[in-house]
């Protein structure tokens, strides 16, 4: 969509100390936010290895400070999380996926919080995408600390464990009578073409009924 010059920002004001009143469900919520940022990126179709280094570095940036952000910040973790949040907006221009596209319905049929939904659902749209480019989850874990790629999706769930943030979809209200719509919205949702991995309604009904 085009972005017309008088809606962009002249200026930026990156500054950690802004953050500090945060309450820490939404420093949790969007941090994974911002983490899913840089996931779906580099997981996207296409070729962008420039894209694919930030969200690289973005993965690894987060994952070493988002707990200590939430749980007891300082300047240090907090401007590690600003910094990895606006590189992520460089690095999802390659395009985004699936987790995007399960998680824009939630905000717009029942008002979840767009950086709750990507957190929820982040385990189980990776996890359905594994098979697809294993080889990239291994380089995802490598920054992670994590020994497999296979393991990326149980540490996403410990980590929003960790964070106090829900790990399924009941847990924020959403009930199986919503699946139908949700996933008829997700199918056609703008950010599922760059997917790695192909998916139609069924596939998407059969991701919310697992992460439900």
Same mark, same amino acid.
């Given at each position: 969509? +085009?972005?017309? +010059?008088?809606?962009?920002?002249? $200026?930026?004001?990156?500054?950690?100390?802004?953050?500090?009143?945060?309450?820490?469900?939404?420093? =949790? /919520?969007?941090?994974?936010?911002?983490?899913?940022?840089?996931?779906? =990126?580099?997981?996207?179709?296409?070729?962008?290895?420039?894209?694919?280094?930030?969200?690289?570095?973005?993965? $690894?940036?987060?994952?070493?400070?988002? %707990?200590?952000?939430?749980?007891?910040?300082?300047?240090?973790?907090?401007?590690?999380?600003?910094?990895?949040?606006?590189? !992520?907006?460089?690095?999802?221009?390659?395009?985004?996926?699936?987790?995007?596209?399960?998680?824009?319905?939630?905000?717009?049929?029942?008002?979840?919080?767009?950086?709750? /939904?990507?957190?929820?659902?982040?385990?189980? !749209?990776? *996890?359905?995408?594994? &098979? *697809?480019?294993?080889?990239?989850?291994?380089?995802? /874990?490598?920054?992670?600390?994590?020994?497999? !790629?296979? %393991?990326?999706?149980?540490?996403?769930?410990?980590?929003?464990?960790?964070?106090?943030? &829900?790990?399924?979809?009941?847990?924020? !209200?959403? *009930?199986?009578?919503?699946?139908?719509?949700?996933?008829?919205?997700?199918?056609?949702?703008?950010?599922?073409?760059?997917? +790695?991995?192909?998916?139609?309604?069924?596939?998407?009904?059969?991701?919310?009924?697992?992460?439900?």
């Amino acid at each position: 969509l +085009p972005i017309y +010059p008088s809606l962009m920002a002249k $200026q930026v004001f990156a500054d950690p100390e802004l953050t500090y009143d945060l309450p820490q469900h939404i420093t =949790a /919520a969007t941090g994974m936010d911002a983490l899913t940022h840089h996931m779906e =990126a580099f997981l996207a179709k296409g070729f962008n290895p420039m894209c694919d280094g930030i969200a690289l570095e973005g993965i $690894q940036l987060i994952w070493s400070s988002l %707990e200590q952000a939430v749980v007891r910040p300082d300047e240090h973790s907090r401007s590690q999380m600003m910094m990895a949040s606006l590189m !992520g907006a460089v690095a999802f221009q390659k395009g985004l996926g699936i987790v995007h596209s399960l998680s824009h319905p939630l905000s717009t049929l029942l008002d979840l919080h767009h950086g709750l /939904a990507n957190a929820v659902n982040l385990p189980f !749209g990776l *996890e359905y995408n594994y &098979p *697809e480019c294993k080889d990239r989850f291994k380089r995802m /874990a490598l920054q992670m600390g994590i020994r497999r !790629g296979d %393991e990326v999706p149980k540490a996403l769930v410990e980590m929003n464990s960790c964070l106090d943030l &829900p790990v399924n979809l009941k847990q924020c !209200g959403v *009930e199986p009578g919503h699946i139908d719509e949700l996933s008829r919205l997700a199918a056609e949702d703008f950010c599922l073409p760059s997917n +790695p991995r192909e998916a139609g309604v069924d596939d998407i009904k059969a991701i919310y009924h697992k992460a439900l």
